[in-house]
């Protein structure tokens, strides 16, 4: 079980990643050539919310039981807050992609809302941009935090 949601848990990432950089580029474009807001673009908004909700409730499941480094760490959780590669695992990856995932929601949430297209572009491009920076930044990609494969098999 462990390692099948850690699997999936690594790949999607990288559909994660991609989906992103597509629904960011297409709101932009959209945006600043002044197309209209088509069923298409809710549903690419859409769908990088899926993908986004995935990463959510299997890294829940991997945090809260199933991954026996995360026994571990929260056996002694007040331990884990004074070194910086348990910190990284017991905070900081669960609450800033928590963090990002809510901004991608609200953002996709908002632009359905928005009076003109324009804005339903501009809103989602923006929101979804802060969230992608958010998660680029608390993936371990072993740069500015913890060293993780980039393909595991
Ligand atoms: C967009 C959202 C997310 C992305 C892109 C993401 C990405 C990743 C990646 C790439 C890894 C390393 C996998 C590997 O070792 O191959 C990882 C590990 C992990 N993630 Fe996430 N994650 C996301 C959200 C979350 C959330 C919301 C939680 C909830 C707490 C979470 C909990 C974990 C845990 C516990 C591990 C370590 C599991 C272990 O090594 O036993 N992730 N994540």
């Known amino acids: 079980m462990y390692d099948i949601l850690l699997l999936l848990h ?4 990288w559909f994660v990643l991609g989906m992103a950089v597509v629904v960011i580029y297409k709101n932009y474009t959209g945006w600043k ?15 990088l919310m899926i993908l986004l909700h ?13 991954s026996p480094m995360m ?9 884990s807050m004074k070194n910086s590669e348990l910190r990284f695992w017991s905070v900081e990856h669960l ?8 901004i991608a929601q609200v953002g996709a ?4 809302k928005q009076a003109t297209d324009a804005q339903k572009f501009r809103t989602a491009f923006v929101y979804f941009s802060i969230a ?22």
Request: glycine share 8%.
């Open 132 to 153: 992608l920076l958010l998660i680029l930044l608390m993936i371990p990609f072993g740069i500015w935090n913890q060293e993780r494969p980039l393909f595991r098999m």
């Open 95 to 102: 609450f800033g992609m928590v963090a990002a995932i809510v």
């Open 33 to 47: 050539s002044g197309l209209s807001w088509s069923d298409q673009d809710r549903k690419m908004n859409t769908y």
């Open 54 to 66: 995935s990463q959510l409730v299997i890294g829940f499941a991997l945090y809260l039981g199933v």
């Open 109 to 112: 949430s908002k632009a359905k």
């Open 71 to 79: 026994k571990n760490i929260l056996s002694d959780f007040g331990a």
């Open 10 to 13: 690594s790949w999607l990432r």
